[in-house]
């Protein structure tokens, strides 16, 4: 059997094109997620989808609308809780965080028809991909690239610092839901493919491994989303060849790819300190001979 043997299947490459999808997605979010220091929250809207995907599968309503409107539901909750009490974002996330995997556990103990289910809601089915979701994907991602591009300036600003972002009239704090509701979608379209969780793997790895390259954010961006699409494919060809969890697969191996990224980029780093450093000590005798 052939390596690429597996993309001569139908429903592969549809997992391949849909996946691809998402890790654009998620290379253009998580970009910011990284800046921003927010990968708390990615995690916590991941989990946070997990009582509206298992209502909507005991209901036997779309999964992917009940995760969206559980996602919407919790970035509300966590913007409402931070502008009318006195908690602090991270505090809560933490609250909402449990609370709502608090509910899902629950539903999904409560349904005694759940469990084949379960499975997938939690480690994604990206093998199952239809024609259909790769449209929906399709239009995530567009509207993706336009909320990143119309609000890019004012995302900036607010990275170093709110007051200067305020002073220039960007708005920051509509910026901020913009970018709350940016991470919701990124995490909703990442569902399917690999779960609630490990999302935050497909959410960064990318991005660290692309960081380790890049200063400037729009080429950040591409090649997060480049690395997110080799490990799409990279972890599809693994799990189709080793009989492993697709979703399982592709965080895994978007995440040694960070590892790989962190670990060449030292030794190149490395390397340059060393020959820079021969060159100061070989200057003086260089110099002796002339």
């Known amino acids: 059997m052939s390596l ?9 490459l549809r ?15 998580g970009t910011w997620v990284v800046i921003r220091g927010m990968a708390f929250l990615g995690e916590a809207i991941g989990h946070g989808m997990l009582p509206g995907v ?35 974002y ?9 609370a709502m995997l608090s509910i899902g556990v629950i539903i999904v103990s409560h349904s005694r028809s759940f469990a084949t289910d379960a499975t997938a809601l939690l480690f994604g089915d990206i093998l199952a991909i239809r024609s259909d979701d790769i449209v929906v994907l399709a239009i995530a991602l567009a509207v993706t690239l336009g909320v990143c591009a119309g609000f890019h300036r004012a995302f900036v600003a607010a990275a170093f610092d709110t007051r200067i972002a305020q002073t220039l009239g960007l708005r920051p704090q509509r910026a901020h839901i913009a970018l709350v509701g ?3 979608l ?29 200063t400037r954010i729009p080429t950040t961006m591409a090649c997060a989303a480049a690395v997110g699409v080799l490990a799409v494919s990279v972890g599809l060809l693994v799990s189709w060849h080793f009989g492993t969890a697709a979703g399982a697969s592709i965080a895994g191996t978007a995440i040694a790819l960070a590892a790989l990224s962190a670990a060449v980029r030292a030794l190149s780093s490395r390397s340059t300190r060393d020959g820079a450093a021969h060159a100061v000590a070989a200057a003086p005798a260089l110099a002796s001979q002339r």
Do not use: K, N, Y
Request: glycine share 12%.
């Open 90 to 98: 991270d505090t809560s996330i933490g609250l909402l965080f449990v």
């Open 15 to 29: 997992a391949v094109v849909g996946g691809s999808l998402v890790a654009v997605i998620c290379g253009v979010v």
């Open 4 to 12: 690429l043997d597996p993309f001569a299947t139908e429903f592969f």
């Open 182 to 184: 940016l991470v919701a």
């Open 54 to 88: 298992a209502l909507a599968t005991v209901l036997g309503l779309p999964v992917l609308v009940g995760g969206a409107v559980s996602a919407v539901a919790m970035s509300a909750a966590i913007g409402a809780l931070q502008r009318r009490g006195r908690l602090s």
């Open 186 to 214: 990124a995490v909703v379209a990442s569902f399917q493919a690999v779960g609630t969780l490990l999302v935050v793997g497909l959410l960064l790895a990318p991005t660290v491994a692309a960081r380790a390259w890049t």
